[in-house]
């Protein structure tokens, strides 16, 4: 009897793959066409669309465009591989309106419990449209997490930090967001000096610094406004406090501060411009009021 049964299911199923083959051929091949069509024209769509912006350079519309095309053909292609599947399903005999209905059914519950998820979603489609970040900035989100965007879904952000460690933010936890390469970045630097030194000389040399720096072949299409010194900035310690300020690139930034720290660091040594560190001075009182008898 099991046999009879085993064979008759056996034949069954070769039976209705061999009549539904073409189909789900015709079918796969299909989706896989539009696809190709679909994405070929999210990014000429998304190309044409974003026209440039006076306070973007084109490396930044080129992030934006990036992001907006990755997300859209994700989307679309669980769009389009979604309804293939319903299509497939529908050509082999399928009844099709049951899974539609419990889809349905089960976006309602969605709905009602997936409150987070729902967060997330609106979220993400306002960080997108406000363009808030993209894939390639760096950003620190809530204070907290800083990183290079590697990748934003509708859902989630993916940063990788400095030490490489990846994290996936949901949209719906992001509540401030700090992006550290849009449009400009600037250097900010307190530099210390002694308080023998010279300070006109030192705000001297650190602005010939600046400039020589900036007329580099390595750093002139990098750095936007030659670091320069605005003046001092405190009267610590141990050291009067210079600050030292200017624009590069995006995200260029932190190579360029520590090439400028190196050459400070050289030319203050020429020019005998001390550097200090901390100093702790100490005092000794001799009691005398006890005699030895």
């Known amino acids: 009897m099991i046999d009879i049964i085993t064979s008759w299911i056996t034949k069954d199923f070769i039976t209705f793959v061999t009549q539904n083959t073409l189909t789900l051929v015709g079918v796969i091949i299909g989706a896989y066409i539009v696809t190709l069509i679909v994405t070929f024209a999210i990014e000429k769509v998304i190309r ?7 306070h973007l ?5 080129k992030k934006r465009e990036d992001t907006l095309i990755s997300i859209l053909r994700k989307t679309s292609k669980i769009v389009i591989w979604i309804l293939a599947i319903l299509i497939a399903l529908s050509e082999m005999g399928v009844n099709i309106g049951p899974l539609i209905a419990a889809a349905g059914i089960v976006g309602i519950a969605v709905g009602f419990g997936g409150q ?3 967060r997330d979603l609106v979220t993400g489609i306002f960080i997108i449209l406000e363009n808030q970040y993209r894939v ?16 934003i879904s509708l859902r989630l952000t993916v940063l990788r930090d400095l030490d490489g ?7 719906g936890e992001v509540k401030i967001v700090s992006n550290l390469s849009k449009g400009f970045s600037k250097v900010n630097i307190n530099f210390g000096i002694a308080y023998e030194s010279d300070v006109d000389a030192a705000i001297a040399l650190v602005n010939r ?13 990098i750095i936007m406004v030659a670091p320069a010194c605005l003046g001092v900035d405190e009267l610590g310690d141990s050291s009067v406090v ?12 932190w190579g360029v ?24 001075t100490l005092n000794y009182k001799n009691d005398t009021t006890n005699s030895r008898k």
């Open 48 to 54: 044409g669309a974003i026209h440039s912006s006076a």
């Open 57 to 61: 350079t084109p490396q930044a519309e």
């Open 116 to 118: 987070y998820l729902i």
């Open 136 to 151: 390639g900035d760096v950003v620190r989100i809530n204070s907290a997490i800083a990183g290079k965007v590697e990748d």
């Open 165 to 171: 460690v990846v994290h996936h933010v949901p949209h």
């Open 209 to 221: 610094v600046g400039i020589e720096l900036a007329e580099d072949e390595r750093f002139k299409d």
């Open 242 to 253: 210079l600050k030292i300020v200017g624009d590069t690139q995006p995200a260029e930034q």
């Open 257 to 280: 501060a520590r090439e400028l720290r190196r050459r400070l660091k050289n030319a203050c040594d020429k020019a005998g411009i001390s550097i200090p560190f901390p100093q702790v």
